[in-house]
């Protein structure tokens, strides 16, 4: 008895900790999941009443062709920027544009989001979408991409397979990650919530390093249809989402003769023999002059004899005659299944006869009376 109630509450103490666990495991869960709809509160002047301590600022360069454009939206650009308590300045000669903090700014990374709203204006993309970055929930990234590829037309070729016929798939991928993507010469501007621009990164890089975007844009869709699902939210993903593999992947050229590197030894290759130590392990150092002329000779002769062989029978192949190839062709004899029916044959044959046209019957009937009358009164007609 006393066994039992022990192994009883060694279980409780067991399932204790384990509820304990999985309560510690929900808890986590729930704090990582944000609620729907929950929005970060906004930094106000309250929480900074003091202000900045020290002024700081950002300049960046614009391109000769953004000149017209920036000058025609400036006005709206200090407009916005002034919200914040930002000042900013345009310097048309030197082509520049500063932005700096005032004694008025109270939000700090105010200058933060300036710095990235004048670098979006420098790369092209237009101020209604550039405005955007000053909110809190919206990000910027800026993917350089002219140094991916060091072939100039392969490079060309790849930034247009990422924007798309009529840019349609930059358009499907601003759809699906709710980003605003401009490719712009070396760089790929992309403006948006932080998880889009994860994927927006992922997809530009990818289709630099030779992988298509519709792949990426197909698991993106996937990723969508499987987030709506509440139930599939904390589950694994994977055995969803497809596995695209290279099919088409050019295969190494091997060299012919391919060289085996010997095993490395420190102590060098033994010395060849000379003439010499060759005669004396042989034996021929020690013969005399005529004897060694006599071996030479004979050496030669026996070389000279199986040169002239191998050129006769070189000379003679001319003369062999080519196997020639069978005229009558072997015919294959019909299986004879059964006895033939002549009989059956030859009532065949007949009856071909007589359906052939012009041909004359096999019992042809006799004349009748009918028309030796006939000939004997033509006759007689003529002659009276």
Request: charged residues 35%; glycine residues 4%; contains cysteine.
């Amino acid at each position: 008895m006393a066994s039992s109630t022990a192994g009883d509450g060694v279980s409780e103490a067991q399932t204790g900790k384990k509820s304990k666990k999985t309560k510690n495991q929900v808890d986590e869960s729930e704090l990582l999941t944000v609620p729907d709809g929950w929005k970060e509160p906004a930094f106000t002047k309250d929480h900074n009443p003091g202000g900045l301590l020290e002024e700081s600022s950002f300049a960046t360069l614009f391109p000769k062709y953004r000149e017209a454009y920036l000058k025609e939206c400036w006005p709206l650009v200090e407009k916005a920027l002034g919200e914040a308590h930002i000042k900013a300045s345009l310097d048309l000669i030197e082509g520049s544009i500063t932005v700096h903090t005032t004694k008025k700014t109270f939000d700090p990374y105010a200058i933060v989001r300036a710095r990235d709203l004048i670098k979006l204006l420098a790369r092209s993309v237009p101020f209604e979408q550039a405005v955007r970055i000053l909110q809190d929930d919206v990000a910027c990234d800026i993917i350089k991409i002219g140094t991916l590829v060091r072939n100039r037309e392969r490079f060309v070729k790849r930034r247009q397979r990422l924007i798309g016929p009529k840019g349609s798939t930059l358009k499907a991928l601003e759809l699906l990650t709710n980003c605003y993507v401009m490719a712009q010469g070396n760089t790929v501007s992309a403006l948006g919530p932080f998880n889009g621009l994860k994927e927006v990164r992922k997809v530009v890089m990818d289709t630099m390093k030779n992988i298509h975007p519709i792949y990426n844009i197909k698991t993106l869709m996937i990723k969508r249809e499987l987030s709506r699902d509440p139930e599939l939210r904390v589950q694994s993903w994977e055995r969803f989402l497809p596995k695209f593999r290279h099919k088409n992947l050019a295969k190494r050229r091997e060299p012919k003769k391919k060289s085996v590197k010997k095993e490395y030894t420190p102590f060098p290759p033994s010395q060849p023999d000379s003439k010499v130590d060759m005669e004396l392990a042989t034996g021929e150092f020690f013969l005399r002059e005529s004897v060694k002329k006599r071996k030479k000779m004979e050496e030669i002769k026996v070389k000279q004899a199986e040169a002239l062989t191998k050129k006769q029978e070189e000379r003679n192949k001319a003369f062999i005659p080519p196997k020639e190839k069978p005229l009558m062709k072997k015919t294959t004899k019909a299986p004879t299944e059964g006895k033939l029916d002549i009989e059956a044959i030859k009532e065949k044959v007949k009856k071909a006869k007589t359906k052939k046209l012009g041909a004359p019957p096999v019992n042809p009937a006799p004349p009748t009376n009918s028309t030796s009358n006939k000939k004997k009164k033509s006759k007689t007609k003529n002659k009276g």
